[in-house]
Each structure stands twice: as C-alpha cells, then as structure tokens.
C-alpha cells in the first residue's frame, strides 16, 4: 500500500507563485514516477508534470517554463512549484504514484484558485 498526503494549495492572484508537496509512505517502490495531475470543474484530468526516481520530467505545454517539478527520495516526496500563476491553473491538483510494476496511488486533491 501507497499513501499520499498533499498541501500547498491556496488561493493567489495572477502572477503569483505556489509551491505544492506530495508526501508518500507505505510500501514503495524504487523505481516509480510521482506527478501532478489537474482537473477544472466540467473538464477532463490532464497531466501537469511528472517526473521518474531517475530525475527525468515532463510538463504539459501549457505549464512549460512557469512550473517546475522536483522531487526528494529520501523523504518520499515530490513538489511543484508554480510560478507566474494564471487563472486557468485554477483546478483541484492531485498528487500520483505510479510503480514499474503498475500500482498506481492518488492523493486526495488540493484546491489551487488563481483570481484577483
């Protein structure tokens, strides 16, 4: 079993920046990808950034060069940090896991509303 526990979400106004954390414990494996997911009321989940426990990423277009995803193995934890915010990065994001051998983990979701 995999847990995430998310936070960081908030309200900001546009241009403004937020840094979001990804906590997992349980039985996790070595070679996993963790990431970022979003989903705006009406709209599909969309990927926002994930990256490998190689440290290799990738960013969907829309969020190139204003977000940035790390993460830190020993503490388990992946983040986003989210500058130059706008308001169509208002949505719920939700934190993932992902192991080589399939099992996938979601954490409860955490509110981000850009508005002035």
């Known amino acids: 079993q995999v847990q995430l526990v998310e936070s960081g979400g908030g309200l900001v106004q546009p241009g403004g920046s937020l840094r979001l954390s990804c906590a997992a414990s349980?039985?996790?494996?070595?070679?996993?990808?963790m990431g970022w997911y979003r989903q705006a009321p009406g709209k599909e989940r969309e990927l926002v950034a994930v990256?490998?426990?190689?440290?290799?990423?990738n960013y969907a277009d829309s969020v190139k060069g204003r977000f940035a995803i790390s993460r830190d193995n020993a503490k388990n934890t992946v983040y986003l940090q989210m500058n130059s915010l706008k308001p169509e990065d208002t949505a719920v994001y939700y934190c993932?896991?992902?192991?080589?051998?399939?099992?996938?983990?979601w954490g409860q979701g955490t509110q981000v509303t850009v508005s002035s």
């Open positions: 349980g039985s996790i494996s070595s070679d996993n990808t």
């Open positions: 993932n896991y992902d192991s080589w051998n399939g099992f996938i983990a």
């Open positions: 990256i490998t426990s190689s440290n290799r990423s």
